[in-house]
């Protein structure tokens, strides 16, 4: 395995590592993103079990100990399984995360403690970066789910949001409504909570440029159209379930 490396946006990097075993014949990729700034973040920390991988390539643009923040989406091994691998790493580094995250899992698993993030809150990052958390409790999953917008470049990274198989391109400007569909038909990864329709539609009002996917490609465009398109779709998914079980 190799962890491919690409900027997509200004002064954020896309590291990528494809899996041919997951979901085969298409495999399955997983996404870290690294902020540049005064203050880096990085959002996931991907698996544990790829930690040297990861870190091998954030050293390829800045040493890891220089690492500031550490962030992502909710609390599973592929967001945050090397957590505490990277917090021995780089010393100033804290985790942060929202509030439920903090006291139903990271306050006692992460090494050191977290910095509590409030739904909204930003980090300046320094350098022009601003990131701003956000909470989507149990979108896609988990309740302590959350996602982050980087300010200055109308960067969306969303997470597990679009998830689609397959080794893309590093970034798109197509569809990835109709793979995230594919996806979710197959996996069935989602909670199908009554908000989460509305709590992916709410997320358009940042009107992101680039949508930052975890598991596939960077998107480039109207992502707040691309937003409302795939909220559309679960709300249809669970229309779909609740007459089934009316
Ligand atoms: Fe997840
Ligand atoms: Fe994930």
Redesign the pocket.
Known sequence: MNTKISEIADGIYRLSTFVPDIAPPAGFT?NQFLVLGDEPLMF?TGLRKMFALNRDAVSRIIPPERLRWIAF?HY?A??CGAMNEWLAVAPNAEVAHGQTGCLVSLNDMADRAPRVLQDGEVIDLGRGKRVRYIDTPHTPHGWDAGVMFEESTGTLLC??LF?QLGDGPSQTQGDIVGPAIVAEDLFQYSALAPGMGAAIRALAKFNPRTLAL??GPSFTGDGAAALRALADDYDRRLRGRLSMAA
Do not use: P, Q, R
């Open positions: 997983f996931h989406g599973e592929d967001e997470g597990d998830t975890m598991h």
